[in-house]
């Protein structure tokens, strides 16, 4: 009887956890502007942009 009041109790208590932390990360926005100074990942070199085809072997040959 023991045992079975100890899971019952800590499967309650985890759930609770869960559902806690779950509602924490629903109201954290996580598109929000950035507050420092952002900087963009990809600029393209020497200013020519070039095609998807391209990029998707530079993906395959780096291994990325």
């Known amino acids: 009887m ?3 009041i100890l899971f019952t109790g800590s499967t ?3 759930y609770y956890g869960i559902m ?3 509602n924490e990360y629903q109201q954290y926005n996580r598109y929000d502007e950035p507050e ?3 900087v963009k ?3 393209p070199l020497n200013g020519v942009e ?3 085809y ?3 072997i530079l993906f395959y040959r780096d291994g990325e």
Request: charged share 15%; aromatic share 24%.
């Open 12 to 14: 309650i208590l985890f």
């Open 41 to 43: 990942v990809f600029q």
């Open 20 to 22: 806690w932390v779950n």
């Open 2 to 4: 023991k045992v079975f």
């Open 54 to 56: 391209h990029r998707l």
């Open 36 to 38: 420092s100074g952002a």
């Open 50 to 52: 070039e095609g998807w």
